[in-house]
T-cell receptor, first 111, second 118 residues
Framework: QQPVQSPQAVILREGEDAVINCSSSKALYSVHWYRQKHGEAPVFLMILLKGGEQKGHEKISASFNEKKQQSSLYLTASQLSYSGTYFCGTENPSGTYKYIFGTGTRLKVLA | NAGVTQTPKFRVLKTGQSMTLLCAQDMNHEYMYWYRQDPGMGLRLIHYSVGEGTTAKGEVPDGYNVSRLKKQNFLLGLESAAPSQTSVYFC?????????????????FGEGSRLTVL
């Protein structure tokens, strides 16, 4: 039931763009995105609710398509500080407030 | 402005020993969670709580017990530690968020507790 993220890992040069996808086999009501730097705790980036709205944070934005049960995170003009592991998170679709995370995507930005 | 505090931050146990990890939050959040993260892996939910006095199983609950006697504290116990429980443990808390009935509140994480079982 864990949401699946793709790609598993990506390496970029500074200034390049990247897209990280999060797919669920079950209905999604909301999706959160987090970034975790090595040796640190995950940090919240943004939340997307039903309705397909797109949100932004710095040069990072995301979309949510509840019909396709997918969310995508867009990193534009990547910076060295974007390096880390990105996780999507969502409440278990059964509505029991069981909050689970996706498989994760490791992002490395090179100078 | 402590947020979520985990203690201890590091611990080494021998197989069969028991221990308790304490998570404390000062944001008056209803929901609290315990996750484990193995090297290069994602976050797996162990147990969670939707309010004082309640607990529920997550994805990987075996070998762990939890208690939430006070709203601000969520304890994770290992009764008989095994090497497979070597991991980094993260506690998190959140409130319900804006969309009532659905979990929309962001999770605030503690710094993590690194546990090694020999």
């Amino acid at each position: 039931q864990q949401p699946v993220q793709s790609p598993q890992a990506v390496i970029l040069r500074e200034g390049e763009d990247a897209v990280i996808n999060c797919s669920s086999s079950k209905a999604l009501y909301s999706v959160h995105w987090y970034r975790q730097k090595h040796g640190e705790a995950p940090v919240f980036l943004m939340i997307l609710l039903k309705g397909g709205e797109q949100k932004g944070h710095e040069k990072i934005s995301a979309s949510f398509n509840e019909k396709k049960q997918q969310s995508s995170l867009y990193l534009t003009a990547s910076q060295l500080s974007y390096s880390g592991t990105y996780f999507c998170g969502t409440e278990n679709p059964s509505g029991t407030y069981k909050y689970i995370f996706g498989t994760g995507t490791r992002l490395k930005v090179l100078a | 402005n402590a947020g979520v505090t985990q203690t201890p931050k590091f611990r080494v146990l021998k197989t069969g020993q028991s221990m308790t990890l304490l998570c404390a939050q000062d944001m008056n959040h209803e929901y609290m969670y315990w996750y484990r993260q193995d090297p290069g892996m994602g976050l797996r939910l162990i147990h969670y709580s939707v309010g004082e006095g309640t607990t529920a199983k997550g994805e990987v609950p075996d070998g762990y017990n939890v208690s939430r006697l006070k709203k601000q504290n969520f304890l994770l116990g290992l009764e008989s530690a095994a090497p497979s429980q070597t991991s980094v443990y993260f506690c998190a808390s959140s409130d319900l968020g804006l969309a009532g009935g659905r979990q929309t509140g962001e999770l605030f994480f503690g710094e993590g507790s690194r546990l090694t079982v020999l």
